[in-house]
């Protein structure tokens, strides 16, 4: 079946560590997306690709790195310069530019990170 | 960046009825979708209805579009407590519609 697979489900991180999230999709989707999710709240975009090699940032980018090398694989850096990383965090890719339903988002399951 | 709004909060009704939610949103969009999330899991899309459309079906939903007011209604007809979820709406800006912008949504508790 076709998805999104992110990983690891829960990580916990000490203070002034990096930390990547895993994210995988084989739906030959073009675009990628991060998503940070905080309790109560709606979604907040952290960086967005839209084709292998290139990438923009979200509105909350400060503290994150990601990279696009491969059009299946789309990691996210949560680094130590993110004050407040403790968040559950979404990643999503859609179908690509044009065409109905060009902008409609797969999610993953999701990755919970806990800053101890 | 502008997010939706979207009310309520929170509701709580009875299995077998009806369940309405609102969004309101500021920019003007190419489309709106709804989608819905289980507790701790990810998002799943429900529903896009585009700036040109008023109302739109899908089994038991209903969204209806109101691009003078900028606000969008999901209708739950005949719940179930497996609709028990939170439920967003999430706007497609007409200039950058591949950026989502999403509300904070509502969390619906359907008491069987």
């Known amino acids: 079946d076709g998805g999104i697979t992110q990983s690891p489900k829960y990580l916990f991180r000490k203070e002034g560590q990096n930390v990547t999230l895993s994210c995988e999709q084989n739906?030959?989707?073009?675009?990628m997306y991060w998503y940070r999710q905080d309790p109560g709240q709606g979604l907040r975009l952290i960086y967005y690709s839209q084709i292998v090699n290139d990438f923009q940032k979200g509105d909350i980018a400060e503290g994150y790195s990601v990279s696009r090398e491969k059009k299946e694989s789309f990691p996210l850096t949560v680094t130590s310069a993110q004050k407040n990383p403790t968040a559950f965090y979404l990643c999503a890719s859609t179908p690509g530019v044009g065409g109905s339903g060009a902008n409609v988002l797969t999610f993953g399951a999701g990755s919970r990170l806990t800053v101890l | 960046s502008q997010q939706g709004e979207e009310d309520p909060q929170a509701l709580s009704i009875q299995e077998g009825e009806n369940a309405t939610m609102n969004c309101s949103y500021k920019t003007s969009i190419n489309n709106l979708q709804w989608y819905r999330q289980n507790s701790g899991r990810g998002l799943v899309h429900l529903i896009l209805i585009r700036s040109n459309e008023r109302e739109k079906h899908s089994g038991r939903l209903r969204v209806t579009l109101d691009t003078s007011k900028k606000s969008s209604s999901l209708l739950i007809t005949a719940s179930r407590a497996a609709d028990t979820a939170s439920y967003f709406c999430a706007t497609a800006p007409m200039d950058s519609s591949y950026k989502l912008i999403f509300g904070s949504g509502t969390r619906l508790l359907v008491r069987p």
């Open positions: 739906l030959n989707h073009d675009a």
